[in-house]
């Protein structure tokens, strides 16, 4: 079923596409669903070196970061702006600490040591993308599906609910900046959107939160 979305409206505007993912494509249906809404082409578990697979869910995170490097340099030769997206898969399990890699946990809970680990990963991903031709030019956006259940006060945990937002551009966000008012998932389309000056046709329930605010989401 075809959808509008980011990837739709970015390829209309000359853009190049890609999705990254650490296992099989075919988890969840996913490579069908994003073929069908705007992705060209499909990074997954079968494109990446078979010694680094050490799951069900296919090689750690710093192998997918590392091994899309080389993808979006090939894209930035077309001299044509691309969207990237990655969809990392070390935060669940089974939890399995990398070996034979500069990272070291100082914490004895696994799941501890995970946050520790994904965290480095993402720092690995920017510091090989910085020295890269396509870096001062690039949006970085760090975001996720969910958080976690952290002392629940309720019978739903609102800590659940709690995810990042977090927006990077070096040469591109020349005052960084704090936003405190309430936003959702639905919301980062019309904000990425107002940030690349695009126009286009907002067909979702979202806003742009950086000129306009909500008093309250669902």
Request: glycine share 8%.
């Amino acid at each position: 079923q075809p959808h509008a979305g980011m990837a739709k409206i970015l390829t209309q505007n000359n853009y190049q596409t890609i999705f990254f993912c650490t296992h099989d494509a075919q988890f969840d249906n996913m490579g069908g669903f994003l073929s069908s809404n705007g992705f060209a082409k499909i990074v997954s578990e079968k494109d990446y070196p078979a010694e680094e697979v050490l799951s069900t869910l296919g090689v750690p995170d710093h192998v997918m970061f590392e091994e899309s490097i080389a993808y979006l340099n090939e894209l930035h030769g077309n001299a044509k702006p691309f969207l990237a997206v990655m969809l990392t898969g070390s935060n669940h399990g089974p939890l399995i600490i990398p070996e034979n890699i500069p990272f070291k946990s100082d914490k004895v809970n696994i799941k501890e040591q995970m946050i520790q680990y994904s965290d480095w990963a993402v720092g690995r991903l920017l510091d090989l993308a910085e020295r890269q031709e396509w870096f001062d030019s690039t949006l970085f956006v760090i975001t996720g599906d969910h958080g976690a259940i952290v002392s629940p006060v309720y019978d739903m945990a609102l800590s659940y609910h709690h995810i990042p937002f977090i927006i990077y551009g070096a040469s591109i966000i020349k005052m960084p900046k704090k936003f405190d008012n309430v936003g959702g998932q639905i919301d980062m389309f019309p904000t990425l959107m107002g940030l690349l000056g695009i126009e286009y046709v907002n067909n979702t329930f979202g806003i742009d939160l950086i000129s306009e605010k909500r008093p309250f989401i669902y």
